[in-house]
């Protein structure tokens, strides 16, 4: 589902860091969106609410997006799921979880899984801001 209406490049001609959600919780997923739009050069293009729909963006999509951000606690299916095939992406993509409840165990299944970053979205949304606010401003998008 669409999420946003920004296109082209920010000024200075940087590329706007392109995000794909994977988030069930409407109203959560709506705070992340405002979020993310309040920080310059981000562009969140889209967004799937369970694991099946992340799966086909994300495989359907392959180079358009430069940032996922995944909750593993869906309704139907896991972000886990989202995540496994986020194994195979281009150099450039970064993956992040953005998950409730997570214990270290489940970090480190993630980290396992080439999750670029975990944060819990109760105690960490600020972490979690401040490292797309990073990677959105990094000239190699390779480096937060």
């Known amino acids: 589902m669409p999420a ?13 860091l392109k995000v794909f959600i994977v988030e ?13 739009r309040d920080i310059p050069s981000v562009d969140v293009l ?11 963006w994300l ?3 392959d180079g358009a997006w430069d940032l996922a951000v995944v909750d593993l606690h869906l309704r139907q299916g ?11 992406r281009r150099p ?5 979880v953005l998950s409730g409840e997570l214990d270290e165990e489940m970090r480190r299944k993630c980290l ?6 975990v944060f819990d979205k109760g105690t960490e949304m600020g972490l979690f801001l401040g490292y797309c ?5 990094s000239p190699e998008r390779g480096i937060a």
């Open 4 to 16: 946003s209406a920004k296109n082209g490049s920010e000024p200075g001609g940087q590329r706007p």
């Open 24 to 36: 069930d919780n409407a109203v959560l997923r709506n705070i992340i969106v405002d979020a993310l």
């Open 46 to 56: 889209f967004y799937a609410d369970n694991e099946v729909s992340a799966t086909n």
């Open 59 to 61: 495989s359907s999509n």
């Open 78 to 88: 896991s972000g886990v799921g989202a995540l496994n095939w986020c194994t195979t």
């Open 92 to 96: 450039n993509q970064r993956v992040v």
């Open 112 to 117: 396992a899984l080439r999750a670029d970053a």
């Open 133 to 137: 606010k990073a990677l959105s401003a």
